[in-house]
Nanobody, 126 residues
Framework: QVQPVESGGGLVQAGGSLRLSCAAS????????VGWFRQAPGKESEFVASIDRTGLYTYHATSVNGRFTVSRDHARNVVYLQMDALKPEDTAVYYC???????????????????WGRGTQVTVSS
């Protein structure tokens, strides 16, 4: 089983940038779509972005479109979430999920991701 591990979170001022990483221990990420979700205190988990196995197709939530970019590096076995122009409302714990075999990235719900990391905290101050 692919077990993802997120890193790269932190405290940043509004307008700043962070790059999150999702690495895998045990197996390659190459064969799976990967999704990023976030959960703010008192709120439900929210889809942020996803990327298909090839890295050619990416999908971003409307709330982050144009500010966040998901990408992957097969050689490094890592999926990234580049976050620019951060806003206080982006504050949340960010999780990466490994897509189940049938999940190609687009339109996959949270239930279509079978393995999750522990998350990384992103805090954006105003």
């Amino acid at each position: 089983q692919v077990q993802p591990v997120e890193s790269g979170g932190g405290l940043v001022q509004a307008g700043g940038s962070l790059r999150l990483s999702c690495a895998a221990s045990g197996r390659t990420l190459e064969n799976y779509a990967v999704g990023w979700f976030r959960q703010a205190p008192g709120k439900e988990s929210e889809f942020v972005a996803s990327i298909d196995r090839t890295g050619l197709y990416t999908y971003h939530a409307t709330s982050v479109n144009g500010r966040f970019t998901v990408s992957r590096d097969h050689a490094r076995n890592v999926v990234y979430l580049q976050m620019d122009a951060l806003k206080p409302e982006d504050t949340a714990v960010y999780y990466c999920g490994i897509g189940r075999d049938y999940c190609a990235g687009y339109g996959c719900s949270i239930a279509d991701y079978g393995s999750w990391g522990r998350g990384t905290q992103v805090t954006v101050s105003s």
